[in-house]
């Protein structure tokens, strides 16, 4: 496995400084959201490239402000039309996943329709990632909705796809159950994996890895048992006075976590 940190935790301001950073504190890979134009991704595909850092996946970026189960066509569309943007992204800087939240259920959204109506939407794209040999990576989160891990198996078994894919993340799974056991059930569906600190005690994430309630030697016995060996991507602040400090703790963290 390799060890990986999403973007907007790195410090610097520029692409090529926070891709140096990256390496420099012992990450081989960095998680980045949608880029927009063609410009841009060949700016970070650059970047990437020459400090020998990795782009493994791509954070879809309106997937909250304009979700696939959104009762309004127009919001839907634009959901739509920045998960093609994700995917474009994917292309261009040579990463196989895009993370996305597939539906919100809210006051005016019930379960049963976030579910019909997320998946009629990504079904129409699904043909452009199978294509593409990218991964479509459903991630567990807040959203109300995949709250259990047959729920979650079953949502991306619907698609019938290989590329339809979970983005399992260790932390957010805390207040509904045992990552551990979310781990066993999806198996072979992981394709991207999300790691954060999560306190079942105060039932809020904890700034470092290891200061919360996760049985980390029991999701790494989970993890190889399933036989998941790419990224493990941290998405969380990490403990410091700087930028530099926090990721820094975050990778000794992320080792002994791995020696586990």
């Known amino acids: 496995m390799q060890k990986g940190i999403y ?17 420099t504190l012992g990450f081989d890979c960095v998680e980045i959201p949608t880029l927009r134009t063609p410009e841009e991704r060949e700016y970070f595909k650059k970047a990437a490239a020459n400090t020998g850092v990795r782009i493994p996946s791509i954070m879809n970026s309106d997937h909250w402000g304009a979700p696939f189960s959104a009762p309004e066509p127009e919001v839907r569309a634009k959901g739509m039309a920045c998960l093609q943007q994700s995917l474009d992204t994917a292309l261009a800087v040579g990463a196989d996943t895009v993370l996305i939240v597939p539906a919100v259920v809210t006051p005016q959204v019930r379960f049963e329709d976030a579910w019909t109506r997320s998946q009629a939407e990504l079904k129409t794209i699904v043909p452009e990632f199978e294509k593409n040999k990218i991964y479509m990576a459903i991630e ?53 994996m999300h790691i954060k600190g999560y306190s079942a005690k105060t039932r809020t994430s904890t700034p470092d890895l290891l200061s919360g309630t996760i049985d980390w030697p029991a999701v790494m016995k989970a993890i190889r048992a399933v036989g998941y060996d790419d990224v493990l991507t941290a998405e969380l602040r990490g403990v410091g006075s700087t930028a530099y400090d926090c990721c820094k703790s975050i990778s000794e963290d992320m080792d002994k976590i791995l020696e586990m």
């Open 7 to 23: 973007y907007s935790f790195l410090p610097g301001e520029k692409p090529e400084d926070k891709f140096s950073w990256a390496r």
């Open 140 to 192: 567990d989160v807040g959203n109300k909705i995949l709250l259990s891990p047959p729920e979650m198996a079953r949502y991306i078994d619907d698609f019938a796809s290989p590329y339809v894919a979970a983005y399992f993340d260790v932390g957010n799974v805390i207040p509904y159950g045992y990552p551990e056991h979310w781990i066993l059930t999806l198996g072979s569906r992981i394709k991207k």
